[in-house]
């Protein structure tokens, strides 16, 4: 059986590198968690590196911006990679055309942003749906009424014209707080669904573990080898089957997403966590209630 245990430190040692998850492990796009923000304190403290690993379709400065805000503080955490920067690169290179329609809010909009590291984004426009040569997907228009069943005209509309789509957050959903939001990775499954071409580029894709590693690397300035890097997430598709695809170990936070389906009251219930694992086709190496 998976071996669930009561705080990080309990394993801590064996890793020099932990990639930690953001929503539902660190913060719940409200507020910190105190006990996860003393936990990575703690790992820095004693020589660990965090690395943030997120599906957020916003560039790397956006997101820091965003736990700013929040409250994270930034001594914790050295190092940050989300999926919307590896998602830009493949924009940038030209592989979805110039030309794009896009589902998601505004706040999004630094996606488009050019960069000097990412020279081909000038190039990039944002017109409407029956000018695109693809559509990019950061999210809902308006995750706090919407469903993916709004959407289904826009996808028949894609669909029929053979648009590509680039999904920049794999992610379903998310806890805000205490509501359930959709993500873009709703949007994007829908559109599979319905025979249309999806493109990810966040967990549990190879993409956003290339640039993780790339980033870790340079910051460093030596490579890590894999055994002594731990993934931390409450994602079971996205978190802990992107850590099983990369052959890291990983840590499932099950008081997250999954905290009916695993039981967990303060930490999960072991049946209840071993059949939910079994149903979801995926293992983890360590599982515990929150972050701690």
């Not at 809010?105 to 000018?131: H, K, M, W, Y």
């Not at 873009?184 to 956003?208: L, M, N, S, T």
């Not at 079971?236 to 039981?263: K, P, V």
């Amino acid at each position: 059986m998976t071996r669930i245990i009561t705080r990080f430190d309990e394993i801590s040692d064996s890793y020099e590198v932990a990639f930690v998850d953001l929503w539902g492990c660190l913060h719940n796009g409200v507020a910190p968690f105190p006990e996860a923000v003393a936990a990575l304190a703690k790992f820095r403290d004693q020589g660990g590196t965090v690395l943030l690993l997120t599906n957020s379709p916003r560039p790397k400065q956006s997101v820091i911006e965003q736990l700013d805000g929040l409250g994270v503080p930034r001594d914790i955490y050295q190092e940050v990679a989300t999926s919307g920067d590896s998602a830009r690169a493949a924009l940038a290179a030209g592989s979805f055309g110039q030309k794009v329609f896009h589902i998601g809010p505004e706040r999004d909009l630094p996606f488009f942003e050019p960069s000097d590291f990412i020279p081909g984004l000038a190039n990039i426009t944002r017109v409407p749906i029956d000018q695109a040569e693809a559509v990019v997907c950061t999210g809902l228009f308006d995750d706090q009424t919407e469903t993916p069943d709004d959407y289904a005209e826009i996808l028949l509309n894609a669909k029929n014209r053979g648009l590509k789509m680039l999904c920049a957050n794999p992610d379903i959903m998310v806890d805000l707080g205490h509501k359930r939001i959709y993500c873009a990775g709703a949007i994007a499954q829908a559109y599979a669904e319905r025979g249309g071409e999806v493109f990810y580029f966040g967990k549990p894709h190879p993409p956003i573990f290339d640039l993780a590693r790339n980033r870790l690397t340079a910051l460093l300035e030596r490579v890590v080898i894999d055994k002594k890097i731990i993934v931390i997430g409450d994602g079971i598709n996205t978190d802990i089957r992107g850590a099983l695809q990369e052959d890291l170990d990983s840590l499932f936070i099950t008081g997250g997403l999954a905290a009916a389906e695993t039981g967990t009251d303060g930490q999960p219930d072991p049946e209840k966590l071993e059949a939910f694992l079994k149903t979801s086709q995926a293992g983890t190496t360590y599982a515990i209630g929150h972050l701690r």
